[in-house]
């Protein structure tokens, strides 16, 4: 079994629509909690982070962490086409600095 | 400007050659690592190094090798060993410890092996 979990996808909604990604994990350990956007061809980028958990929002966006459920959530209101692009869940535990990526969801919106 | 430069952005090798991935960062992170990203795999770490001149071996280090003598370089070597070396490699620098959360990645290296 895999320690962080993702559906890959593929998501398309129409434009202006909410998007809900999620990821759960195993490793009761992870303390930072991580969304990172990858658009074709490109190395990812870290869109939001959250530590412990909580939420966190970020204009369009709202990172959710339920440590009890072991579950990590990314909400993107009114999406827009710029928004296309794989998103990649990642954790960490507290010591070190190597992160655990789930597998990503493409996602498309459509104008 | 600051960032994280791999080259080349293609790559293209006969089985059974060695080849050598360039990654170097301007970003004075003590961190550096390597990913190989398959399709429905998401990102899985190949080797890192938290200082100069140490580097360990991440989940699926057989058939790479890293070198780290200098801060802004970590080359990534994909030996003859490696069964399945076609994929898109991507470096990353972090500062290391509690704020190694925020990796800074490359545009990343597409290999492809025939």
């Known amino acids: 079994q895999k320690e962080v979990e993702q559906d890959p996808g593929p998501l398309s909604v129409p434009e202006g629509a909410i998007v809900s990604l999620n990821c759960t994990y195993s490793n009761s350990a992870f303390q930072y909690f991580m969304w990172y956007r990858q658009y074709s061809r490109k190395g990812p980028e870290l869109l939001m982070y959250?530590?412990?958990?909580g939420n966190k929002e970020d204009g369009r966006f709202t990172a959710q962490v339920d440590k009890s459920s072991k579950y990590i959530s990314l909400f993107i209101r009114d999406s827009q086409p710029s928004d296309s692009a794989t998103y990649l869940c990642?954790?960490?535990?507290?010591?070190?600095?190597?992160?655990?990526f789930g597998e990503g969801t493409q996602l498309t919106v459509n104008p | 400007d600051g960032g994280i430069t791999q080259s080349p952005k293609y790559l293209f090798r006969k089985e059974g050659q060695n080849v050598t991935l360039s990654c170097e960062q301007n970003?004075?992170?003590?961190?550096m690592y390597w990913y190989r990203q398959d399709p429905g795999q998401g990102l899985r770490l190949i080797y890192y190094s938290q200082i100069v001149n140490d580097f360990q071996k991440g989940d699926i280090a057989e058939g790479y090798s890293v070198s780290r003598e200098k801060k802004e370089s970590f080359p990534l070597t994909v030996t003859s060993a490696q069964k399945n070396p076609t994929a898109f490699y991507l470096c990353?620098?972090?500062?290391?410890?509690?704020?190694?959360?925020?990796?800074?990645f490359g545009p990343g290296t597409r290999l492809t092996v025939t």
């Open positions: 990353a620098s972090s500062v290391p410890g509690l704020a190694g959360h925020e990796q800074y």
């Open positions: 990642a954790m960490k535990e507290t010591s070190g600095s190597r992160l655990t």
């Open positions: 970003l004075n992170h003590d961190a």
């Open positions: 959250t530590y412990s958990s």
